[in-house]
């Protein structure tokens, strides 16, 4: 393989390009560096700015006004809701016309109307019922018994579909569906789709064809900057041109030795520092850095069911078992994420989103990291009781998280809802199951079923509203990217981050084109 | 140039043996990182001419690497997902075709930059496997040859504690850093003092806080008690007590044995501790500290006890804000006054819990004291006064179900309970969001005396 040397590739493996001052030479005129002025052969750059403005759709609110008393089946219900006008229209459309046997698609209102023999079509939830799902009431009883079984990668009954039902379900009943278009149809629990068919002789609705939501609408750019511009009647300013973000997802940083060197290396390249002079000038265009999740490894306040007092490391055997042991609490991981954000502050703005791992709340959706987690990056935050409008160079946000950068609508999780609905689907293509979150308007449609989940008193707040330019999960296994489209011309880059811990990747997003590209840090090893 | 960067390389990579990177080349001699590179690679040179292997040299490649057959599969993967019944059904119906770059060779399509660390050993192999190079240079420095290649992480954590006092906004200009010119910091001066403060200067301003009448009161008596019955003072201490924001202050405990002598003595004088209790107000350091005294969960506390402590303590003022006290006091005093007759009369119907023969009314007082809540955080908790029904079988073999207050811990995160309380509750010092409701008069003619405070 041929290396073609970039023109700017020894520039640094040579002498410094300075005069050195001797003691027989006069001095040199560029030998003066009190300040990087132009007598420097290096500029030094600025960064390219981006506007950034976050969306508090899945801020819960604090304290007191957060109630838990009310039921997750309202949460169904809501959504149900608020999908049905939508779904209603689509289906409608499409079905209308729908004819078997010179018999014409009836609109029935509710699960239980469904006649024997009669081809009609109906709204509801679905809902699977997996054998193999995490039962509460299985799991309390067993408890005490038998040790954790290792966590399932699927809840499909191996060997077909000999315990797996997929019902759909409304406000006055259930209906078991069968048939073969089931098949190939991406399913979930809690997605809200219209069925067409027939119910058959068992019982059964037997499924013709399925219509989803869809995407809904898209903002245009910058609108929501154009919007409250015109509200206020104020001018709106020049905004620049190019940029670029970054996003990582799964620092997975946990105090052991063996992960910091990456971490550094992915911190000089991004305060432009390390690589050569064109790289840190394509560097400074990287506006902002979005870290999307599992920055901590073992952070999470609730371990996983096998890991129930051990932190995350084997204890030893006269540590409290139960209750928390201070003593093993290891402040490494927190103070060296702390570090590494405040090195990179000064330089770029981060957004940090919580993750399965990460010290906050583990049910969705998860509250921002506390700013006391962050004893030096803190003062690059806004102070804890300003208006969120305003956040300061380090956003703390929450997962999932929605916000506008440059204009465009991004929408990002941490990993959590795609890695449910793995377990439910047979297929391994993630980015399969992305697009299907957003056909079916949900950031996380098997909440509350098998992900925890906050029980919205008004409406599910995870219902997609507006479709985002930018849909990205992080701690994905590895990199993919697609673009999917909408009826109504909606594009979405739908972006799986792959976890850096893993691979050392770093998905950089152009503004402009919405096209990635992966920068990808690695050591040489034989 | 200051400094020589080859007498510094020379001492500290040959002669201390030490690991140098060009950051912290760059830090030390306060240069760009660029021109740290090329030193060190100036340096790397003339060294190894003089004496070969004498430095070893890290290198640092980026660019685009060759497709390797580690990385994304340039189609082996694809192919089987296309075809077995594995791979997830077609999307749902309704749905555009989407592109899939996961599905053929991504690589192809993504650019993709390599950043790679290698050392001076590997480095003709790590340049073969490079397309192109975008750059190349010395990241690092050190005598010998590296065995555990992050060690080079230490370099950055040695910058990072050597130059922790440097503000970054001002001196990474000349490091070369990308400077972001919108970047958002707080002050770096103090946060507001934690929340002790507000209380005590609310307080102070001269409203009269029924809130933390109580709580300084309970506390003032676990530090006099001290002396007196150890065993109460530690009971004493449970108490949960705190002003607008518990928190517990070890400072607690020397000021109050500091005043115990002149605190026996106020135990025994009841009226006179009116007078005692403005003195140790103004002499007493006022320390912000030992309002929000400690925040000790309340015990399982029986009331016994309770009552054994609080009768003789009663309004123990311990230093604090001076009118902070003197408000307090006042209002405890006129409460306790008011109090004396109807707790006289009420005979058994008196709380069930307090058995002991001891004043009442001091008891009752004691009792309403003591009755505290700590500051939310979203949650209260405390002792409080509950009317709680009793049914008692009267002479004539009659049921009688009367209403008596009763105390009870509780902890809730809700509104506070519409319940009938006790009127000067020491509720916290906050704006009322917090503070009980008065004795409900329609619910107990008992209760009707004691009204709203």
Not at chain 2, 313 to 328: N, P, T, W, Y
Request: charged share 25%; with cysteine; aromatic share 6%.
């Amino acid at each position: 393989m041929a290396i073609t040397n970039g023109s700017g590739d020894d520039a640094l493996l040579s002498k410094p390009s300075y005069a050195l001052p001797s003691p027989l030479a006069p001095p040199h005129p560029t030998a003066n560096h009190n300040s990087s002025s132009s007598s420097q052969p290096f500029p030094s750059l600025t960064r390219q700015s981006a506007s950034y403005s976050p969306l508090t759709d899945f801020t819960l609110p604090k304290g007191e006004a957060r109630h838990y008393q009310q039921q997750y089946a309202d949460m169904y219900f809501a959504r149900l809701a608020q999908l049905k006008p939508s779904v209603e229209a689509l289906a409608a459309e499409a079905w209308s016309e729908f004819e078997i046997a010179s018999e014409t698609a009836r609109k029935v209102d509710r699960a239980l109307d469904v006649r024997q023999g009669e081809l009609c079509w109906v709204i509801g939830t679905i809902y699977m019922e997996m054998p193999l799902k995490p039962n509460i009431l299985d799991d309390i009883g067993k408890e005490h018994w038998i040790a954790a079984p290792p966590p399932r990668v699927k809840f499909l009954t191996p060997g077909g579909v000999g315990g797996d039902q997929t019902m759909l379900e409304d406000e006055s009943g259930r209906l078991r569906l069968v048939g073969g278009a089931l098949e190939s149809m991406l399913l979930v629990t809690g997605a809200i789709v219209a069925v067409l068919g027939t119910e058959n002789a068992d019982g059964d609705f037997e499924v013709l064809d399925l219509r989803v939501p869809d995407l809904p609408r898209q903002p245009v750019r910058w609108e929501r900057e154009d919007g409250r511009a015109a509200a206020s009647k104020q001018k709106v300013e020049k905004r620049e041109e190019g940029g670029k973000v970054a996003i990582v997802s799964g620092l997975g940083i946990s105090g052991d030795a063996g992960d910091t060197l990456t971490l550094d290396l992915l911190l000089e390249y991004l305060l432009g520092e390390s690589a050569g002079s064109e790289d840190q000038s394509s560097i400074s265009t990287i506006s902002r850095l979005i870290v999307a999740g599992n920055s901590l490894a073992h952070a999470s306040p609730v371990p996983p069911r096998d890991e129930v007092g051990t932190n995350g490391q084997k204890k030893a055997p006269h540590a409290k078992k139960y209750g928390y042991d201070s003593s093993a609490y290891n402040a490494a991981p927190t103070d060296r994420l702390d570090l590494f954000l405040s090195s990179l502050l000064p330089s770029l703005p981060v957004t940090l989103l919580p993750g399965a791992d990460d010290p906050t709340s583990i049910s969705l959706p998860q509250q921002p990291i506390h700013q006391a987690m962050f004893p030096h990056s803190r003062t690059y935050q806004s102070p804890p009781k300003s208006s969120p409008a305003e956040p300061g160079s380090f956003d703390s946000g929450t997962n999932p998280y929605a916000f506008d950068l440059h204009g465009w609508r991004f929408l990002g999780t941490g990993g959590q809802p795609v890695d449910d609905i793995y377990k439910y689907v047979a297929g391994e293509e993630r980015l399969e199951m992305m697009e299907a979150m957003l056909r079916w308007r949900l950031v996380a449609p098997t909440a509350p079923d098998t992900l925890w989940c906050y029980p919205f008193p008004d409406g599910d707040a995870f219902v997609l509203r507006e479709c985002p330019h930018v849909f990205f999960v992080g701690n994905q296994p590895k990199f993919e990217s697609t673009v999917v489209e909408g009826p109504l011309g909606q594009q979405c880059r739908v972006v799986a981050v792959p976890s850096f811990r893993d691979t050392g990747e770093v998905v950089i997003l152009d503004f402009e084109t919405l096209e990635p590209e992966l920068v990808r840090i690695e050591i040489f090893e034989e | 140039m200051a400094q020589d960067y080859s007498e510094y390389l020379a001492i500290n990579v040959l002669n201390e043996q030490q690991v140098v990177s060009y950051r912290t080349l760059s830090r030390a001699l306060k240069v760009h990182v660029n021109l740290a590179k090329q030193m060190l690679y100036d340096f790397h040179r003339k060294q190894n001419a003089k004496k070969p292997s004498s430095v070893h040299a890290t290198y640092l490649i980026t660019g685009t690497r060759v497709a390797q057959s580690t990385s994304k599969t340039n189609g082996i993967y694809s192919q089987d997902g296309e075809d077995t019944v594995m791979r997830s059904s077609p999307p749902i119906p309704g749905s555009s075709p989407t592109k899939q770059t996961g599905d053929s060779g991504e690589d192809e399509d993504i650019p993709t930059r390599s950043v790679l660390l290698v050392r001076q050993e590997h480095l003709e192999k790590a340049t073969a496997t490079f397309e192109h190079i975008a750059g190349k240079h010395v990241y690092s420095l050190q005598p010998g040859s590296l065995s555990d290649i992050q060690v080079l992480s230490d370099c950055n954590r040695r910058i990072v504690s050597t130059y922790a006092a440097e503000d970054p906004l001002v001196a990474w200009k000349q490091y070369g850093t990308i400077q972001d010119p919108n970047v958002k910091r707080r002050t770096q001066g103090q946060r507001p003092p934690p929340p002790v403060a507000p209380p005590a200067a609310k307080s102070a301003v001269g409203s009269k806080p029924a809130a933390t009448a109580g709580k300084p009161a309970t506390l003032e008596r676990q530090a006099s008690r001290a002396s007196d019955v150890s065993i109460s003072s530690a009971k004493a201490t449970p108490e949960p007590n705190g002003t607008a924001n518990a928190k517990k202050s070890a400072a607690s405990k020397p000021p109050a044995t500091k005043r115990q002598s002149s605190d026996i003595f106020k135990s025994f004088a009841k009226g006179g501790s009116k007078a005692k209790k403005e003195t140790p107000d103004t002499s007493a350091a006022p320390s912000p500290a030992l309002v929000p005294v400690a925040d000790e969960p309340m015990g399982g506390m029986s009331d016994d006890d309770a009552d054994d402590t609080v009768e003789d303590a009663e309004v123990e003022v311990r230093a604090g804000s001076g009118k902070l006290r003197k408000d307090r006091q006042a209002e405890l005093e006129a409460m306790m006054d008011a109090e004396d007759e109807p707790m006289d009369d009420t005979a058994e119907s008196g709380i069930d819990s307090r058995t002991e023969p001891g004043p009442k009314q001091q008891v009752e007082a004691a009792e309403e004291l003591a009755e505290t809540m700590t500051v939310e955080n979203g949650r209260r908790r405390g002792r409080r006064r509950v009317m709680k029904k009793k049914t008692v079988k009267d002479e004539e073999g009659y049921l009688v179900t009367k209403e008596e207050a009763v105390w009870e811990s509780f902890s809730e995160d809700e509104p506070a309970p519409k319940k009938a309380k006790m009127a000067p509750v020491p509720a916290v010092a906050k704006s009322g969001a917090a503070a009980k409701k008065a004795g409900n008069p329609g619910q107990g003619n008992i209760m009707s005396f004691f009204g709203k405070k």
